[in-house]
């Protein structure tokens, strides 16, 4: 069974800082994505990647794919207040199905 | 932007009663989702719909649980006789026609309260 773990689960931070949140993935998946989601809030699409080697840039967050290693990272660049919020990586089940798996989730709290 | 429309945004029911929850996915949309999220935890796949069929289903997705499309424009979660642990928001998703390199689209949820 596909298996999702994301870490740190929580990560609190001052504004300015760097930190990196990382999703692991148990099986062969070429696609992953990051989602954001605010309290109380549906989820926003941050990130599609599709391939190994993928790198995609939005503002202060970085996302890359690594499909031999079986991981995601999501960087963020000196941190402000607005990117407090839960991020979610999710991976489709092997290609053919319709079946996202989303990770545990991390929920970031930047501090001013 | 064309946006998942999720109604209604709350839902307190009884428990053993049952309960709709509608969608209206992005209109040009062919694959269509449920989710859910307990309180304080990840987001949960429960059901795939695309040719009018499901196509994938999770374990929580048991005989209480039915979806149907039941003209062009809805997507509908039934939940015949509500358990406590039911309790959860509710996001329905729709991906377009190459859903294997498409983003899911969320809508804002519907919060169920199972007394």
């Known amino acids: 069974e596909l298996k999702v773990e994301q870490n740190p689960l929580f990560l609190s931070m001052q504004e300015g800082k760097n930190y990196t949140i990382y999703c692991n993935y148990s099986?062969?998946?070429?696609?992953l994505y990051w989602y954001r989601q605010d309290p109380g809030k549906s989820l926003e699409s941050l990130f599609v990647?599709?391939?190994?080697?993928a790198v995609k840039q939005e503002g202060r967050l970085m996302a890359s794919l690594d499909t031999k290693a079986r991981l995601s990272t999501l960087h963020i660049t000196a941190a402000v207040h607005d990117l407090s919020a839960t991020y979610f990586c999710?991976?489709?089940?092997?290609?053919?199905?319709?079946?996202?798996?989303f990770g545990t989730g991390t929920r970031l709290k930047v501090l001013a | 932007e064309p946006e998942v429309t999720q109604t209604p945004s709350h839902q307190v029911t009884q428990m053993g009663q049952e309960v709709i929850l509608r969608c209206v996915p992005i209109?040009?949309?062919?694959?269509f989702y449920w989710y859910r999220q307990i309180l304080g935890q990840k987001v949960e796949f429960l059901v795939s719909?695309?040719?009018?069929?499901?196509?994938?289903k999770s374990e929580i997705f048991d005989d209480q649980f039915s979806v149907e499309r039941p003209d062009g424009s809805n997507f509908t979660l039934k939940i015949r006789s509500t358990k406590l642990e039911d309790s959860a928001m509710y996001f329905c998703?729709?991906?377009?026609?190459?859903?294997?390199?498409?983003?899911?689209?969320f809508g804002s949820g519907t919060q169920l309260s199972v007394l």
């Open positions: 998703a729709s991906s377009a026609v190459e859903a294997t390199n498409e983003k899911l689209f």
């Open positions: 099986t062969t998946s070429d696609r």
């Open positions: 990647l599709l391939s190994n080697g």
């Open positions: 999710a991976v489709q089940k092997p290609a053919g199905t319709y079946k996202y798996i």
């Open positions: 209109s040009n949309h062919l694959y």
């Open positions: 719909f695309y040719n009018n069929e499901i196509s994938e």
